[in-house]
Nanobody, 127 residues
Framework: QVHVIESGGGLVQAGGSLRLSCAASGRTANNYDMGWFRQAPGKEREFVAAISVSDDGTYYADSVKGRFTISRDNAKNTVHLQMYNLEPEDTAVYYC????????????????????WGQGTQVTVSS
């Protein structure tokens, strides 16, 4: 069993930055690929970014490429999502998830592939 806890959400003005953190606990927490997803009111949950446990390869949604950076600290079982130049459209609850390890690149993008989820942290970007 892996427990995932997000932190770092909040209210920020458009153009600002936030850093989300995701702490994974459990005996095998470092054996999983990690992803960030988000869900805005009235919308489906969507992929944001992911990082591979095997080679630290990273994957991003087109909407956040160049603005968000995902990284992991294996020593601390922690994954970070650094968000720059935030836009009102980024407003959502952000979820961290653990799964895999995934064999195929396409798998990282699908929420159904992840086994463990956090409770989410709210990010609100005002215009």
């Amino acid at each position: 069993q892996v427990h995932v806890i997000e932190s770092g959400g909040g209210l920020v003005q458009a153009g600002g930055s936030l850093r989300l953190s995701c702490a994974a606990s459990g005996r095998t927490a470092n054996n999983y690929d990690m992803g960030w997803f988000r869900q805005a009111p009235g919308k489906e949950r969507e992929f944001v970014a992911a990082i591979s446990v095997s080679d630290d390869g990273t994957y991003y949604a087109d909407s956040v490429k160049g603005r968000f950076t995902i990284s992991r600290d294996n020593a601390k079982n922690t994954v970070h999502l650094q968000m720059y130049n935030l836009e009102p459209e980024d407003t959502a609850v952000y979820y961290c998830a653990a799964g895999g390890p995934f064999e195929y690149m396409a798998t990282y993008y699908y929420a159904q592939a992840y086994d463990y989820w956090g409770q989410g942290t709210q990010v609100t970007v005002s215009s």
